[in-house]
Every structure is written in C-alpha cells, then in structure tokens.
C-alpha cells in the first residue's frame, strides 16, 4: 500500500510549511469529526486550538498534502492525549491477591466487564481470578454473575441476599487466599442515577480493602454524560482507570478523551460486545483513528497482509482505486473477509461499516452457512449481472432467486450489502476529502 500511495504523491509538490489558511480548513473538519464522535464541546475546542498552535509554520513533510499533515499532527496529538505508549493505559495487577474494583452506573456493563476481565485475566497471563458478587440491590445479580462465572469457569465468591457488600468484600479477601487465586474482581451495585448512597458504598469499599484498580465501567454510548459520571465517580472514590463498553455499536468514543481531558483518567479496557471474549486492552492510535471516523485502518491492513497474497492484493487495489466494485468482487471479499479471521471485528475497525457489519444479516452472512446462498446468488447471475449489478431488475431478481433456491428477498439484502459496500468503497479510494487523503497515508 505504501507503494502505491508513494505513487500517488510522487507528483505532489511540497508546499514548504503550512500556512493558517491549511491548518484552519482541515481543523475545522477535524473538529465536527471531534463533536460527532461525541466529545464535549469544549473540550474540542480546546483540542483544535492546541493543534493549531503546533501545526501552524509545521514543515510539510515530503510525500504529504498539507490537509495530510494537518491531520497527522492531528492524530499524534489525540494519541498523546489518550495515553499515548505510555504506561498509563495499563492493568495494575501487582498485590497478592490484586484487588480490582468495578464501579458504574446501572446497565454500563459492570457485570459483564467483570466476568469478561476475568476471563482475559485467566487466557492471557494465566492468573487465577476470582469474582465478588457485591451488588446487593439487584437479586439477579448474584445469579448473573454465577452464571458468566460457571461460563467461564471463574469462580465466584457470593453471599446471601441482604448480606453488607462491604462484608462481602473484606470475606472474599480471605476466601481467594484459601482458594488460591491471585486477582480478586469486585463487581459492585450501580443505580441508575449518581445517588449518594451507591457512592457511599463504594467509598467504604474502597476503604476496606484497597483495591489496586478502581476502574469505571462506562457506556460508550451515552457519549457526554459519560463525562459528568466519571467526574463524579472520580471525586469520590478516585478512579484508577476506565472500562469503555459498548464499543461495537456506533459509538465513536469521543468520551475517552473528554473524560481523559476533564478527569486525567486512563481508558484500560474497551468491550466491543455482549460475548465473554469481547474485550481488549486499551490502544490510543486506535481509538484516535476511531474517534476521527477513520477506523483501524492500520491494524486492518496488518491483518489483511497476513490473509491475503500479495499479487492478489495489487489486483484488487489497482480496481478498487479506479472505483471499481462489482458483485464478483464482493463475493472474492466475503472469502477472504472469511478467511482473515473474527469477521465482526475486522468489519468493525473499518469506517463505516461498523453498522454495515452490526447488522444480523451481515453478521450471519459472514459468519454461518450464509455464504453459500450469498455464493450461489451470485453465481446464478450472468456475468453481465455479475459485472454490472445495477442492471438487476424485476424479473431478473426473480430468475436469480429460483435459479439459487432462494427468496427475491434475500436477493435484495444481498444486493442492499452490496450497494452499500460499493459506495463505501468508492469514497475511501477516490480519497475524496481530508478523510480520504488521510487514509491513503496508510
Ligand atoms: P451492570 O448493570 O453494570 O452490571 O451491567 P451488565 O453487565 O448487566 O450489562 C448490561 C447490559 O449491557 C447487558 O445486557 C450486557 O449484555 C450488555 N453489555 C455489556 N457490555 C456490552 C458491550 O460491550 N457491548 C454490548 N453490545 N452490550 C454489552
Ligand atoms: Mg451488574
């Protein structure tokens, strides 16, 4: 790729050093980006003018446009301001037993995060985690977690109904020495509102028995409230650190640095959906590249390289960056989409086909048997159809329907995916726009 975009540039003049008019006209791009990815108003303000103190009189460097270079700065700084390699995005998991506190609004995940950062726990340095059921208010709850544990195979450490959380925590102390398990996950009560005794509760606990970790579980898809949650979480009880869930739906997580911004606390952990598996440690470049509406195009095209044969590839960009896509194309992608590996997070990291991917359908399509009617649709059009996909009309579709053994219906979803890819396909590689000049970075 880099190849190519060398290519592309090789024309292009340097402009010397970046002038206020550049810089203001990318960054006023950059800052409804910033504001549709939900970060607070100011906040982004704030961002853009220090930004442009920096990138105005910047050397524009060789191969780049200077809206590119704009935007690199721009990248760079949201990376650094998200954590950048540092330290600071990491898991504390020293003590012994290491003690992690969950804390959060009710339905922002906390249950769920707990059995989640367990599991990763267990798979990823072998550790021996044992999970507290410390929400008291909710009888489900404990079951709840009972069952993610048994899931998981984590054990879970619970008391009865109307037993004191901050008992629950202290015992459980005792019982992962006895059990010997050497990471200890609070899962503690939420409301659905600040409330003043839910803090209270929390800061007993914390009292008690001094977690290493006081992370906030937070719902990605709240956006700004996230903000005022964590600032009131923070003045109270000191966070550690943040779980940001519900990443897998549209959210574009402009509240990370927002709150990174407001409170100083590091993100730690983003969960990308309701499976036990889905969560990851913390990467800025990603979530900058998300934030900017860019996706993970880096770490797509690592894993692409991997999948796909270099000759292969070549063929398929020089067609994609005339713009052309047609039903054959698609077809090559969905296998080799399927062979790249967990299609819904390679999907995800892709701009704009987050809700592309999120849909049932698509999600079937690539995951189950569906491939194969998708398959064998295509293959019951004529390579006319196959080329040109716009000519499909009525009675085409119903042709193609029964020659596949399936329903005029299905057609069309598969036709609507398609189109739909198409015209995202056609945006990135035309380049169009500061978005499409910084991808072709990459
Ligand atoms: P708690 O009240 O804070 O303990 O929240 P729960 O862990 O019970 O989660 C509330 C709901 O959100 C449940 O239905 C979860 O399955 C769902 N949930 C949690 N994390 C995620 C996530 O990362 N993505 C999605 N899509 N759903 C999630
Ligand atoms: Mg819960």
Redesign the pocket.
């Known amino acids: 790729l880099t190849k190519r975009l060398e290519g592309i540039f090789q024309n292009l003049e340097g402009r010397g050093k970046l002038t206020e008019e550049d810089v203001n006209s990318a960054l006023r791009e950059v800052r409804i980006a910033l504001i549709e990815a939900d970060v607070n108003l100011k906040v982004a303000r704030q961002f853009v003018d220090r930004v442009k103190e920096k990138a105005i009189g910047a050397d524009v460097m060789g191969s780049l446009s200077p809206a590119q270079q704009v935007l690199s700065i721009v990248h760079d700084e949201l990376v650094e301001v998200l954590g950048g390699t540092g330290e600071s995005n990491k898991l504390d998991t020293n003590g012994n037993p290491a003690i992690i506190m969950?804390v959060?609004?009710?339905?922002?995940?906390?249950?769920?995060?707990?059995?989640?950062l367990a599991n990763y726990l267990r798979k990823q340095n072998g550790s021996r985690p044992l999970l507290v059921a410390a929400?008291m208010y909710?009888p489900a709850?404990v079951n709840?977690l009972k069952t993610l544990g048994k899931q998981i195979q984590v054990p879970v450490y619970s008391e009865p109904m109307g037993s004191d959380p901050v008992d629950i925590c202290v015992h459980s102390l005792d019982y992962a020495r006895e059990q010997a398990c050497n990471v200890v996950i609070l899962?503690t009560a939420?409301r659905l509102n600040i409330d003043e005794r839910m803090m209270q509760e929390v800061v007993n606990i914390r009292e008690r028995v001094h977690p290493r970790e006081v992370l906030l579980?937070a719902?990605a898809m709240t956006g700004q409230e996230a903000v005022r949650v964590a600032k009131d979480f923070n003045d109270a009880v000191s966070l550690t650190g943040m779980v940001l869930?519900?990443?897998?739906?549209d959210a574009r997580g402009g509240a990370a640095l927002s709150i990174r911004t407001v409170t100083s606390v590091p993100v730690k952990f983003?969960?990308?959906?309701?499976k036990m598996d889905?969560?990851q440690p913390f990467y800025p470049d990603r979530l900058a590249q998300r934030i900017l509406g860019m996706g993970d195009v880096l770490t797509l095209i690592d894993q692409a390289r991997d999948a796909i044969d270099e000759e292969e590839a070549l063929q398929s960009q020089q067609k994609l960056q005339q713009g052309k896509f047609d039903l054959e194309d698609f077809l090559t992608a969905m296998h080799r989409l399927k062979k790249m590996g967990p299609l819904r997070q390679i999907m995800e990291m892709l701009p704009g086909f987050n809700k592309l991917a999120s849909t049932p359908e698509m999600e079937e399509a690539l995951e189950g048997d569906q491939l194969k009617y998708v398959e064998a649709m295509i293959l019951s059009m004529t390579k006319e159809e196959r080329r040109n996909p716009d000519i499909i009309n009525g009675s085409r579709r119903k042709r193609i329907a029964m020659g596949s053994g399936t329903k005029v219906e299905e057609l069309n979803q598969l036709l609507k995916q398609f189109t739909e890819m198409r015209t995202m396909i056609r945006q990135v590689s035309s380049g169009k726009g500061p978005w499409g000049q910084m991808m072709r970075q990459y």
């Open positions: 969950l959060g609004l009710q339905g922002s995940g906390k249950t769920t995060s707990a059995a989640k929400d909710r709850a709840q899962d939420g579980v719902d869930t519900k990443m897998d739906g983003m969960a990308l959906g309701e889905a969560i």
